[in-house]
């Protein structure tokens, strides 16, 4: 896991750089996305490696990619590459780094702007990280949020645009929080970096529909839970959080992880039921299910 | 001009480089300011150059300081030197270039993240940009802009937060139209680059009070403004357009730009008596004028 991938060369991860002039540097002008390869197992199926010394693969790549394209156009930036490009050096670059249990995250930037404002041939980069799984403590335990007030501008678009959560750190920290849970005019839209979930008295699963990133994970999760369960995507209203039964959040990252208390708010007594039952349902998805 | 200070460090421009863990490229986090070194002679002054050969010196340098520091506070980051300190290099960074007509950017960026959220040690850079003033003509014929429904949150650090205003210079150019004038709610705020101001049926001087950052050159017209003038800093709407005599800008590149069109409502005939009496003001300001 060293080499990057910057406008179509492979670089020594630390030789990969940007002019001073791009204009994420300059005016934080440009979009990503990230996606796991291979999936970490839930501690609670945790199993041998099944494949263990081969390069893994992208989950449900083809999802992360057509966001990808979408956020892309949404801020007038075109890719450099064609999807069936981009598709074969992705496969390149985890054969390359050996990656298995990492994360891409893709990076297309406004480019070397010279006035420092238009945007004009777009930078981008591939790069590896290590995927920080969450614990099986930090699981059981689950995560405390609050909530807070702000609704991202478009937030449909995976944008460079993490400033106002950024800036929340200090104040979490403070308060031995996990996380921000935005939500602007008493409806819960999302977190910073995760998508809302909450299980109602009566065990159906909501999720909040609109001003929100439409998470893949968030996508997986409703595709699983309508077999089993009533599944309503709509507003949700802060004032329900006292009635919630379970509630969680979904990420590429930490896929499903409970939540355990909002604004000091306790909710259930760690992990719940369904959002176990989730958890075990997502990971029976196959890597390559076409929604 | 071809020196770039990086880190401490003085490199030719065309190095001047960010590792792609740099926050700024991950996740848009930094912040910025921009001043003028020698101020542009509005075109209706125009005279010969007043000290040809000389380095420049700055306009209002210890504004734009002490707004650089309330930024880099306001976002959590520490700037990696003391004021003095960034005086003195500043004056030097202008003998070594010999920097006459130009802009200079100050850049704080989050640093190189390992996790790529949490901020760590900041990258600071500081480089000379040319200054595009605007020409006679475009003085003469003033922007044509439209509102546009939008507040920046936490407006008053100088972030490099302009995803917004970027992804709508398509439209701009689809209209030939100059600037996007946010408002919000009815309210008339600001644009992304600079400050609105309105001369009411009464000859005073209005200009938006909150939801805004307050720009240097703002700040240097109020100033002037006062001793000739009323004037009112408060809640603008969109609807007391429709009675404004003038209307203009400010900002550090462009100083006082007349604004002759709203949403395609002609306001005045060309830059008002009362927009150029105020630029000639604040032409007289000293450089070093202490507010």
């Not at 992360?64 to 394209?69: A, Q």
């Not at 299980?199 to 998470?215: F, M, W, Y």
């Amino acid at each position: 896991m060293n080499l990057t991938w910057v406008n179509g060369k492979y670089l020594e991860d630390e030789k990969a750089c940007l002019h001073v002039s791009d204009l994420a540097i300059q005016r934080g002008y440009g979009v990503f996305d990230f996606f796991a390869v291979t999936r970490p197992v839930p501690f609670f199926l945790k199993t041998a490696d099944s494949q263990p010394g081969k390069p893994g693969k992208p989950f449900l790549l083809s999802s992360y990619l057509d966001r990808f394209f979408h956020s892309a156009r949404g801020l007038n930036l075109e890719v450099p590459v064609s999807r069936e490009e981009l598709n074969r050096i992705i496969d390149e670059f985890i054969v390359k780094n050996n990656l298995k249990k990492h994360g891409i995250k893709l990076t297309l930037t406004g480019g070397y702007s010279e006035d420092g404002y238009q945007p004009v041939a777009p930078n981008m980069i591939i790069r590896a990280h290590e995927l920080k799984i969450p614990t099986k403590e930090k699981y059981q335990q689950g995560f405390r949020v609050m909530t807070h007030e702000y609704q991202r501008s478009t937030p449909g678009y995976k944008s460079l645009d993490y400033r106002h959560a950024i800036a929340l750190i200090p104040t979490l920290k403070e308060r031995g929080l996990d996380d921000v849970l935005y939500c602007y005019h008493g409806i819960i839209t999302e977190f910073p970096r995760s998508n809302f979930f909450m299980v109602d008295q009566n065990d159906r699963i909501v999720t909040p529909a609109s001003h929100i990133l439409e998470g893949i994970t968030r996508k997986a999760v409703l595709r699983v839970a309508r077999d089993h369960f009533e599944v309503q995507e709509r507003d949700v209203f802060v004032d329900e959080l006292i009635n919630a039964k379970e509630t969680f959040l979904t990420s590429s990252t930490k896929s499903i992880m409970p939540v355990t208390q909002i604004d000091g708010h306790n909710i259930g007594d760690g992990p719940g039921k369904i959002t176990r039952k989730l958890s075990e349902l997502l990971f029976e998805l196959a890597d390559d299910f076409e929604f």
